[in-house]
């Protein structure tokens, strides 16, 4: 299952991370909290926010989600 995880660092801050469903890191803070409150409310506004994220190409070309489905994900949506 899809979860966050909060933890400390090696700097003694407080940092969240994505794991994915094979136990592997998917996502994470970036940065560390000086409290587990702030690192458990940064993975909280992501998790909120996240579905709303367009999904980009580095050239600035979004996705265009539907296109995908409807294609089954094997076609360029771009």
């Known amino acids: 299952m899809l979860r966050f995880e ?4 090696r700097a003694d801050e407080w ?5 994915a469903n094979n136990g592997k890191t998917i996502a ?11 690192a458990v409310r940064a993975a909280a506004r992501t998790k909120e ?5 367009p999904v980009k ?7 265009r989600e539907a296109k995908i489905i409807e294609a089954g994900y094997s076609a360029d949506p771009f």
């Open 57 to 63: 190409r580095t050239d600035g070309t979004t996705l």
């Open 49 to 53: 926010l996240a579905p709303q994220a």
């Open 15 to 19: 940092r969240w991370r994505l794991i």
């Open 28 to 38: 994470d803070s970036g940065e560390g909290y000086a409290s587990e409150y702030n």
């Open 6 to 9: 909060v933890y400390k660092d």
